[in-house]
């Protein structure tokens, strides 16, 4: 039986094809960090819904950031059937309330939760044409305005940032934590 995978299409903006959703996040994450990331995105959505202005940013850096985000959603895609990776049981006292972003508690521990619901709600298709068409707003001068609803959509693409954010930090911490226990040993 032959398995069905996508194709991020990251060739085209970091050079190279990637075939593992998280390794593919951590190099968006290294071209653009969370804030950035944001930021941009919020920049795209505002100048989508104005009418008859255009971005002051140039072309080419929201085309690229376009087409990073667009492996980006791609990735989380391929994300959504993952359960329990990277859950946690307990919220830590000492949690950074920074790392949760706009989750809530429950997507906290268990940042997959967030890919399962923007996909339950939206295709990855529909995810695409949201994501072409503010770009396509925020890049001209036009009368009219996106005609569907932009700000559900970017909600969701917004949480899935931080939730990607979230496990590649947890990531980091477990591939830390059997280095720093042979390393204690060591010290005793």
């Known amino acids: 039986m032959k398995k069905n995978s996508i ?4 060739r085209f903006w970091c050079g190279r094809k990637k075939y593992s959703a998280i390794s593919l996040m951590e190099v968006f994450f290294q071209f653009h960090d969370l804030v950035t990331a944001k930021e941009h995105l919020n920049l795209i959505m505002q100048y989508a819904a ?3 202005i255009r971005t002051p940013e140039d072309p080419s850096v929201i085309f690229y950031f376009y087409q ?5 959603i ?10 329990g990776k990277w859950l946690v049981h307990e919220l830590s006292e000492h949690k950074n309330p920074m790392l949760q972003g706009s989750l809530s508690e429950k997507e906290y521990c268990d940042p997959a939760k967030v890919f399962r ?8 298709e529909e995810f695409e044409e949201f994501l072409s068409e503010v770009v396509y707003f925020s890049l001209g001068n036009f009368n009219n305005a996106p005609e569907r609803n932009i700000v559900d959509p970017y909600l969701h693409l917004t949480k899935m940032l931080d939730a990607a954010w979230l496990i590649l930090e947890r990531e980091n911490n477990r ?3 059997p280095h720093e226990e042979s390393i204690a040993e060591l010290q005793l």
Do not use: P
């Open 7 to 10: 194709d991020f299409e990251s």
């Open 50 to 52: 104005q009418r008859k």
């Open 68 to 72: 990073s985000l667009r492996s980006f």
């Open 74 to 83: 791609r990735a989380a895609y391929s994300l959504r059937k993952k359960h």
């Open 117 to 124: 619901k923007a996909f339950k709600k939206y295709r990855l």
């Open 175 to 177: 591939e830390k934590l």
